[in-house]
């Protein structure tokens, strides 16, 4: 019996197919939450999220492009949210493309003005125990990724 018939999902596909499935279901997800209002964009409020509630968070995802590697502010940012995301179990990847999880979120709501995506948190809903599919592929992606020692791994998002 395998890891993946214990746990009840399909197999992961090796290599490139596995990170295929990994942003198919970041892209899910992402939808989703956004959809049922469990997600919070932006560095300075999912640090606030995280601080008042880091039992809620599920999920963390944090994205750069290329001009954002030399910004040392984000970087050290960054730290700190992988080192609170680690203490509190909480499983993290990392995103190249600002611009595609833009058109996924879209802007904010509200103002409709363009969001910090360069960190984005997903929320349990306390009243129903919400349980998502892609959220689950999603953790055992990070399980194995771990396993393999990459503690953030980084996924591309479909086309």
Known sequence: MTLEEVHGQE????????????????????????RRGCLTAGVYESAKLMNVDPDNVAFCVLATDEEDE?????????????????????????????PKLAAIVGPNEESGEPRDLHCILI????EDGWKDPALEKLNFFCEESRNVNDWVPTIALPE
Do not use: W, Y
Not at 74 to 93: G, K, P, R
Not at 123 to 126: E, G
């Open 70 to 98: 030399g910004d040392i502010a984000l970087q050290i940012h960054f730290t700190l949210i992988q080192a609170f995301c680690c203490e509190n179990d909480i499983d993290i990847v990392r995103v190249n493309d600002v």
């Open 123 to 126: 929320t349990n809903p306390n």
């Open 11 to 34: 197999p992961v596909p090796e290599g490139h197919d596995r990170m295929q499935g990994a942003g198919k279901a970041l892209h899910e997800l992402l939808v989703s939450a956004q």
